[in-house]
């Protein structure tokens, strides 16, 4: 008897036939299944996931405006912030006046993070009791939404931060003003190339001489002598019209609005003659 290998793909019996008086058949079988096999099993199966249904566009409206609103907050707070300038005492470095269009600025949060604010310095700052009049800023709330309005001119700013610039810091003396109209510190005299005094001579209305305390700052006008500043806040001395550092909220870098007046806002350091 002989065994064969069969590499056929067919799955069938096979029988040799006997030779000779051989009383046994050789069979074989493979073990490949016909392809017939096959369309005999039921179809397969496939599982359809359900289609997700679509939110209502309000509903993704509401979660853009929210996440919006949040982002709009967080940085604000943080990092930076637009203030409208609704007054002209730092002309013409801002724009502030009636029947203008007044300036957006742009006040970053980050510089102070590190150092101090230091002449020449643009800077918004909260006002303390004496220079708001008793007045309380608004709540966390209410001054976002406040400031958001007035960005857009749908509402007033809050009217407790100002814009002013830094002449002096702690433990320097201030005074005015030399045969030149010019304010001294510590003696010396200040370039201020950014002055405005509207067309007319170069002179500055006189205020006591002062030295700012530690952890103050002294703030001034561009628009000299139209401008309420540490010189007008000075009660019940003239040291208390210089303001704390910790209410500073950060320095204008930037005017957005309009769009004709774009650009950086100069930090012309007036001690040093800009360098």
């Known amino acids: 008897m002989s065994h064969r290998v069969n590499d056929d793909s067919s799955s069938t019996w096979e029988t040799t036939p006997p030779t000779g008086d051989g009383p046994e058949r050789t069979t074989r079988f493979s073990t490949a299944r016909s392809s017939s096999s096959y369309d005999d099993d039921p179809a397969p199966r496939f599982s359809k996931k359900k289609a997700k249904k679509k939110q209502p566009f309000w509903k993704e409206l509401l979660v853009i405006f929210s996440v919006a609103l949040v982002l709009t907050v967080v940085i604000q707070t943080f990092v930076a912030r637009v203030f409208v300038i609704p007054s002209a005492s730092m002309e013409t470095t801002l724009h502030g006046c009636t029947g203008c269009v007044n300036d957006k600025v742009l006040v970053e949060k980050i510089t102070y993070l590190f150092r101090d604010p230091q002449p020449g310095d643009v800077i918004v700052f909260r006002g303390p009791p004496n220079w708001t009049g008793g007045k309380q800023p608004p709540n966390f709330v209410t001054g976002t939404l406040q400031d958001l309005g007035s ?13 002013k610039r830094v002449i002096a810091v702690g433990g320097q003396t201030v005074e005015c003003c030399d045969e030149q109209g010019r304010v001294l510190v510590d003696g010396k005299p200040l370039d201020e190339p950014y002055l405005n005094f509207g067309g007319g001579p170069r ?3 006189s205020f006591e001489k002062v030295t700012v305390p530690a952890g103050k700052l002294w703030v001034m006008g561009d628009n000299r002598n139209n401008s309420s500043d540490s010189r007008k ?5 003239p040291a208390d019209g210089a303001i704390p550092i910790d209410n500073v909220v950060g320095k204008a870098r930037v005017i957005v609005i309009p769009v004709g ?7 012309f350091n007036p001690q040093t003659g800009g360098k």
């Open 233 to 237: 806040h000075g009660d019940p001395t």
């Open 151 to 163: 960005m857009v001119n749908l509402s007033e700013p809050s009217g407790t931060d100002f814009i």
């Open 261 to 267: 007046r774009w650009g950086s806002i100069s930090d």
């Open 203 to 205: 002179q500055q209305d």
